[in-house]
C-alpha cells in the first residue's frame, strides 16, 4: 500500500503521476462537526461582543422578539457579561416576562434560562442530570446557572421543540 509495486494492474488508470518520494493525502473534512446546531446557532441571537452587563441588558431588550419558534435563544456569551448578576434567572425574568429564554455561553459548557426558560426545559429544583448542574440558590430554589451536561442537555431539548421548517431554514441557510 502506497508503494508502486503495490499497485495491481497499473494499465486501469488514466494517467500515473511520479511524485519521487512525496505523499498525496486527500482533502480532509473535519468529521466531527455538529452542522445542524451550527447551522441552528446562524439563526440564534449572537451575544459574542457583548462584554458587560450594560451591553447584554440592551442587547437582550433590542432582540428579545427575535424568538425562534416561540422561544428566545443565544448564544457565545462570555462570563464577563455576567460578572455583576447574582442570580441569572431573576436577571432574565426582568426582561423576558413569559417568553422561554437560554442563552448559552461562549464555552459550549454553561447556559443561564430564565424562569419560563427552565418550565420549558423540565427544570425543576429536583432535576439531577447525571454530569450536568442545575445551580439553586441557598433556599434551593433555581438561579438559572446550567453547567456541563445540564447546558448539553438544555440544547438538546429545546432544538427538539423545533418546528420542522425552523429546521430546513438553518439547514438551508447553513449549507449557503
Known amino acids: 500500500m502506497g508503494y ?8 486501469q488508470y488514466s494517467e500515473i503521476i511520479d511524485l519521487k518520494g512525496l505523499t498525496v493525502l486527500p482533502g480532509f473534512v473535519d468529521s466531527h462537526i455538529h ?7 446562524l439563526l440564534q441571537i449572537n451575544l459574542m461582543d457583548v462584554k458587560n452587563k450594560i451591553e447584554l441588558s440592551e442587547r437582550l431588550n433590542k432582540t428579545k422578539s427575535e ?16 460578572k455583576n448578576i447574582q442570580s441569572p434567572i431573576e436577571y432574565l425574568d426582568s426582561i423576558f416576562t413569559d417568553i422561554p429564554a437560554i442563552i448559552f455561553l461562549k464555552s459550549g459548557h454553561a447556559a443561564i434560562a430564565n424562569s419560563a426558560g427552565m418550565k420549558k426545559l423540565n427544570f425543576d429544583n429536583n432535576t439531577e442530570i447525571e454530569n450536568g448542574e442545575i445551580r439553586t440558590d441557598s433556599k434551593g430554589n433555581l438561579n438559572g446557572w446550567l453547567f456541563e451536561a445540564a447546558a448539553m442537555e438544555a440544547l438538546k431539548t429545546i432544538v427538539n421543540t423545533y418546528s420542522q421548517k425552523t429546521l430546513v431554514d438553518a439547514i438551508l441557510f447553513g449549507q449557503r
Open 4 to 11: 508502486s509495486n503495490n499497485i495491481q494492474n497499473q494499465n
Open 35 to 41: 452542522f445542524i446546531d451550527g447551522a441552528l446557532g
Open 67 to 82: 424568538l425562534i419558534d416561540g422561544n428566545y435563544v443565544a448564544r457565545n456569551l462570555g462570563f464577563d457579561a455576567l
